[in-house]
């Protein structure tokens, strides 16, 4: 892998792959050993939260021994995500206290990047750049040597964030999805990258996504010569020269080798890239049920639009065992349709609801 720059602002450069520590194992020892697994394979990029469990320690425990200086460390927090203490408000001290916490956890003494985690919406946004809020509160914490640079992660619509950008100077990374089946933030990648902040992609992968079997899509990889559903997602995320780097969520160790041996492999030309767009295209949800609620409410309490969602992912994206997975979780099972039709009166996409929901459940729910 070569190192590029991380957006012009921060002055820093990073490899395409980064670690995302979302997923570590549960043991202490196991984490230690992955971590410098990755950073010794060229994963310096990393990705935390002060509320991804244990995983600051784990990463401060990894950290030891000469790693610290072989990395770019990144944590976050917001109050609108989870309280750490009631008294968390989003205030700028309040920020301050979650830092100087993260700084001990991590056991460093100094935090390379603090995002502002998950900006939703615009409420989340004035609340993190008001006078005395979040944002104040980071730049104290830089003002004091406690954190090098500020970013954002954030899903909030790509139109905002486009309107916020040009304004936020301090801004010098962006955390954002992207993938395969979530084109909407390209844009805005686009111009982060223009504007020179460092742009970084999480769930490359949609969540795993793109690592079960899909006769679909292995149909498109096959058209570009990727070798696997999960090459085709991770190239084509990397082809992206907006992109500076994604994050891998490493649980094992395979998941840093299989990312890495994805991103050496060449980039997707503009052919092959447009090849993979018309075939997205094509699978586009517009076609099927939107998830647009109108159907809802439904007297036997059942959450249609995520049944519907199963029949989508199996029935137009090929991911059968997903849905047959995913169909445990479903409180309300497809067989509690009484058939009153009150749902198709009003779907705007004019689907057949009821023997949609009953094919469902014939096809999904296996017993095992
Ligand atoms: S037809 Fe079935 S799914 Fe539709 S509203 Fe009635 S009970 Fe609910
Ligand atoms: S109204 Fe139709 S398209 Fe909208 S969520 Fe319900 S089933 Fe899906």
């Known amino acids: 892998m070569n190192k590029v720059a991380f957006g012009n602002r921060s002055g820093l450069s990073v490899f395409p792959v980064s670690i995302g520590a979302m997923r570590l194992p549960e043991d202490m020892i196991e984490s230690v050993e992955l971590i410098r697994y990755a950073i010794d394979s060229g994963l310096i990029y990393i990705d935390i939260s002060r509320c991804y469990g244990e995983a600051e320690l784990k990463v401060g425990r990894a950290l030891r021994d000469g790693y610290r200086k072989k990395v770019i460390l990144s944590t976050k927090s917001s109050p609108w995500v989870r309280k750490i203490q009631p008294s968390d408000d989003g205030s700028a001290d309040s920020i301050l206290r979650r830092i100087e916490e993260s700084l001990l956890r991590l056991d460093v003494d100094c935090l390379d990047f603090y995002q502002i985690w998950s900006i939703f919406n615009e409420d989340n946004w004035n609340l993190a750049t008001s006078k005395g809020g979040m944002l104040e509160g980071i730049k104290k914490a830089r003002d004091r040597g406690l954190v090098r640079h500020i970013g954002i992660t954030t899903h909030e619509r790509p139109e905002d964030i486009m309107r916020h950008l040009p304004e936020c100077d301090w801004m010098e990374s962006i955390l954002l999805s992207y993938n395969l089946m979530q084109r909407s933030y390209e844009p805005v990648i686009t111009m982060a990258h223009e504007l020179g902040i460092g ?22 990889a096959s058209a570009v010569g990727a070798g696997s559903v999960a090459d085709l997602a991770i190239r084509y995320v990397n082809s992206n020269p907006n992109v500076d780097t994604l994050l891998c969520g490493i649980a094992k160790k395979s998941d840093v080798a ?4 994805s991103v050496e492999r060449s980039k997707f030309t503009r052919e092959q890239i447009d090849v993979i767009n018309q075939a997205l295209d094509e699978l586009s949800r517009e076609k099927f049920c939107t998830g647009c609620k109108y159907c809802l409410p439904c007297p036997a309490d059942i959450d249609i639009p995520a049944i519907l969602n199963l029949v989508y992912e199996d029935r137009i994206l090929g991911f059968r065992a997903t849905a047959v997975d995913n169909y445990k979780n479903i409180k309300v099972k497809a067989d509690a349709c009484i058939k009153c039709g009150q749902c198709e009166a009003k779907c705007t996409q004019k689907i057949s609801i009821i023997d949609e929901l009953a094919a469902a459940h014939k096809a999904y729910n296996v017993k095992e």
């Open 199 to 220: 742009t970084i992609v999480m769930n490359p992968c949609g969540g795993g996504k793109f690592a079960g079997h899909s006769p679909v899509f292995m149909k498109i």
């Open 258 to 261: 299989d990312t890495i041996a």
